[in-house]
Nanobody
């Protein structure tokens, strides 16, 4: 059992930056891949980024690469999404998810944090 809580969302002007955090807790906490997804109103959920527990390697959606950076702290209980040069089309609810037990499926999800980018 893993519990995830996102924070750091808010309202920002286009071109600005936000840093999202996702803190994991629960008795099943361990090293496993983590990912970020987002869903805008009227659109389907889409992949944003993920970080692999085994070597720290990362993967990004093409439309956010070079603008967003996913990272984790040394305790591996928190994952971050540093977002820069935000655009209005980045407006969405951002969700943190855990690929536990490292089987390629995201079984645990946070409740999401709203990111709104104004023009």
């Amino acid at each position: 059992q893993v519990q995830l809580v996102e924070s750091g969302g808010g309202l920002v002007q286009a071109g600005g930056s936000l840093r999202l955090s996702c803190t994991a807790s629960g008795r099943t906490y361990g090293r496993y891949p983590m990912g970020w997804f987002r869903q805008a109103p009227g659109k389907e959920r889409e992949f944003v980024a993920r970080i692999n527990w085994s070597d720290g390697s990362t993967d990004y959606a093409a439309y956010v690469k070079d603008r967003f950076t996913i990272s984790r702290d040394n305790a591996e209980n928190t994952v971050y999404l540093q977002m820069t040069n935000l655009k209005p089309e980045d407006t969405a609810v951002y969700y943190c998810a855990a690929d536990y037990p490292s089987d390629g499926l995201y079984d645990y999800w946070g409740q999401g944090t709203q990111v709104t980018v104004s023009s």
